[in-house]
């Protein structure tokens, strides 16, 4: 039977890369995957110190298991150009820098002791996508992903496809086709025995094919009490299959779920129901290791982009992104935009077939996540080019005719190859360039950028972004301003039954090119910053949940007289989803409800206390005293939420908090821990910029320095275990606070 174990343990790494040393062990740094090059600073470094080549080892020693099996090595991805070596013998390359590729080792495996050498190239090659312009994020070097020893028989299962239909009937069906390896082209007959089993892991059904070549289709029909694939209920089935040939027996497994999910000219459906699409593009980079991290830090945004955002559905800008994201979308009910590599650059014919074999391998790893509704097959925001976005638009039909395609772009009236027209509408904030002819415009007609007669299927893909880049502490006018154009075009995108929907720029920060951002290479750009911490646009997105789900109440200030221009807080947004709002200042009290005027189609508009609320001296004018405030939120007439904002803030607390207090020991798990300066009433104190130092005991280590620095009130980091068992404290200290301390656990 198959086999499949993690590979990531005690690779010898080191800088630079010759081909006359692959045969032979060199001296290095001893380091797991995932793994990035070069560990970067947070900010303010050059991007071209990973941009070359570097040098991966490991022993594999000979086993017993091998005899007469397939024995192989799976990379999940590497960053890029990637060449395997056994022994000194080239095994395999791979360019692209995001999809995995396997190794093959049968026939070249020696009895005693194998080098494996991994040859990783981080220059921008102009032959492989996304390179050869410039490009607004990072392609970090490294073997980033996980590495995994493969056996199987002779002759195993490839691949598995699940196609379901009569989705929205009583009784539906499903098509499970299984693709077969093999590598030695033995003559074989076999049998492949597939089991759907439901959520609960009970038989529904079983059937058998006879096989004798490369693939086998078995159907089932009339599949009774089957619950649907939806963002409430994401019921996820499995397709078992078990392969018994005369070369020897295989088993695989793929989950899917049945659902149909379809783009119209009217919006959007998920299973038959209109739904308005509201999400944020996601960037798969970290502080300081930028692509390497492992299964929780990348389950843990999928699951921030859900729970705490509440965002129905994530763009992966602008490559395939790690399968431990896609599986937990699926889990968790987040439905996804897959997209090709790339931004904004069409190389010559050889790139362009590396793009187009992109396409497959993107599909043919994920076509089965029911998460995934739309496959990007379009270079972000490029040109027009017929001949190469018909075949990209081809391949995806030929290889998933369940999906619509999209091909994401910024230029107007460009030619629609794909099904869904994809737009990234920038045009809030154009208003302000020198000749604008138009007022303050959250959003273009969709006839005006695509430049047809008629309304077709039509997503927005990016706004705001590099429009109006907002940090953390950042002056709260500007942040408000920030706030109001998330809020903006969302209503305007809700307002609008011929758009889907809209996907802001983006879910966080991130490292970039020196050539975009704020010169520090950092775009910011999130509504959260790169340790995932919310700005308050982050609440635009929040507060768009139901009460039910998690009532939501941010008032979008800091409260302090002298912070914004001319002083005072006014106008104050107060982010939620409760029917009304009361401020109450002093002897002061206002309650007001949501600001349907400004707002009429968002689910929840904000509450908006502004002067048509109060005369101008009623929050007292600059030289009379600044007093404490305490907002409380209602539902039905009854208080479901309070919060007060202190007016002399003094730091109080410094709070620690981590995501979980388990770290999964031998998978070198990590865990996101979060650091805030609070004041006496639990608010972050936006502009204390002293420093935390973070001390570490047990088997986990911190990743990045030890010394880190507040921004907005927060900071943070990632620790990772080490492989060991037992109890870890993390001790943290300030020169404003008392020190903290955390108790977690590896095992």
């Known amino acids: ?251 695989l497994t793929a989950t899917f779920g049945f659902r149909v999910a379809t783009f119209t000219a009217e919006g959007f459906l998920l299973n038959g129901r209109k739904l308005k699409l509201r999400g944020l593009n996601r960037h798969q980079a970290f502080p300081y290791v930028g692509y390497a991290m492992g299964r929780s830090a990348q389950e843990r945004d999928a699951e921030i982009m859900k729970q705490t955002l509440k965002c129905n559905i994530v763009r992966t800008s602008h490559y395939p992104q790690s399968k431990w994201f896609l599986e937990h979308c699926d889990r968790i009910g987040l439905l ?81 190859l794909e099904d869904v027209y994809t737009m990234n509408d920038f045009i809030l904030g154009n208003e302000e360039l020198p000749g604008a002819n138009r007022p303050r415009t959250p959003l273009r007609p969709q006839q005006e950028n695509t430049g047809l007669s008629k309304d077709v299927p039509y997503l927005i893909t990016e706004f705001g ?19 109001r154009r998330h809020l903006e075009v969302l209503n305007a995108a809700y307002g609008d039954p011929s758009i889907s929907g809209a996907i802001g720029w983006c879910m966080f920060d991130y490292n970039t090119h020196s050539d975009f951002g704020s010169g520090d290479r950092i775009c910011y750009h999130g509504v959260m910053d790169m340790f995932r911490e919310p700005k308050f646009a982050a609440y635009a997105y929040a507060s768009q949940c139901e009460p039910s789900e998690e009532v939501v109440m941010k008032p979008v200030t800091i409260w302090a007289r002298g912070e914004r221009n001319i002083g005072g807080a006014l106008p104050l947004i107060v982010l939620t989803n409760c029917d009304e709002v009361e401020l109450r200042y002093g002897s002061l009290t206002k309650r007001l409800g949501p600001d349907r005027e400004t707002f009429p189609h968002l689910p929840h508009p904000p509450v908006v206390f502004d002067h048509r609320n109060f005369t101008p001296d009623e929050l007292g004018v600059w030289g009379m005293e600044w007093e404490d405030v305490q907002f409380t939120g209602y539902i039905g007439g009854k208080p479901v939420a309070a919060l007060k904002m202190v007016a002399n803030p003094l730091p109080t607390t410094l709070q620690v908090e981590a995501d979980a207090d388990i770290l999964r020991a031998g998978e070198r798990d990590t865990v996101r821990v979060i650091v805030r300066a609070l004041d006496q009433a639990g608010s972050r104190l936006p502009f204390l910029n002293d420093i935390v130092t973070i001390k570490v005991d047990g088997p986990a280590r911190m990743i990045g320095p030890q010394v880190i620095a ?17 109890a870890i404290t993390i001790e943290a200290s300030s020169s404003r606070f008392a020190n903290r301390k955390l108790a977690l656990t590896a095992q």
């Open 710 to 726: 507040f921004q907005g009130g927060t900071t943070g980091f990632w620790l990772q275990a080490t492989g060991e068992v037992g």
């Open 1 to 251: 039977m198959r086999s499949v174990v993690a590979f990531n343990e005690s690779w010898t790494f080191r800088e630079g890369f010759s081909p006359a040393d692959a045969g032979r062990p060199q001296e290095g740094q001893i380091v797991t995957l995932p793994h990035n090059a070069v560990e970067l600073p947070f900010n303010y470094f050059d991007e071209k110190s990973y941009q070359r080549a570097f040098t991966y080892q490991k022993i594999l020693n000979w086993s017993d298991d091998f005899a007469g099996r397939e024995v192989s090595l799976i990379f999940d991805a590497a960053m890029a150009d990637a060449v395997v070596y056994l022994n000194g013998e080239e095994i395999v390359a791979h360019k692209d820098g995001y999809t995995p590729f396997e190794a093959r080792l049968t026939g070249r495996l020696q009895h005693g002791e194998n080098l494996l050498t991994v040859k990783i190239d981080g220059s921008e090659n102009p032959e492989i996508p996304p390179f050869g312009g410039r490009i607004d994020y990072l392609t970090y070097a490294g073997i980033y992903r996980d590495v995994w020893l493969k056996l199987a028989a002779p002759v195993s299962i490839a691949n598995i496809k699940v196609e379901t239909g009569s989705v929205l009937a009583d009784l539906k069906s499903a098509t499970v086709r299984c693709d077969f390896a093999n590598p030695q082209n033995l003559a074989f007959k076999g049998t492949a025995t597939v089991t759907l089993r439901g959520p609960d892991g009970t038989v529904l059904a079983s059937a058998r094919g006879e096989t004798s070549g490369g693939s086998v289709t078995v159907a089932f029909d009339r599949l009774a009490d089957i619950s649907l694939w939806d963002l409430d209920n994401p019921a996820l089935y499995a397709a078992e299959v078990e392969l018994a040939t005369d070369h020897g027996s295989d088993s």
């Open 465 to 483: 972004g590099h429009m109006y880049p907002t940090k953390i502490y950042d002056q709260e006018q500007r942040q408000a301003e920030h706030v």
């Open 336 to 416: 996804v935009f897959e997209e090709i590599p790339g931004w904004q650059h069409i190389g010559g014919k050889e790139w362009q077939q590396e793009s187009i074999r992109n396409v497959r391998r993107m599909i043919e790893r994920d076509w089965n996540h029911p998460s995934i509704i739309i496959w990007g097959v379009r270079i972000n925001e490029s040109q027009d080019s017929h001949d190469f976005y018909a075949e990209t638009n081809r391949l995806a039909r030929e290889l998933d005719p369940t999906r619509q395609t999209g091909g994401v772009r910024y230029i107007t009236e460009s030619e629609m």
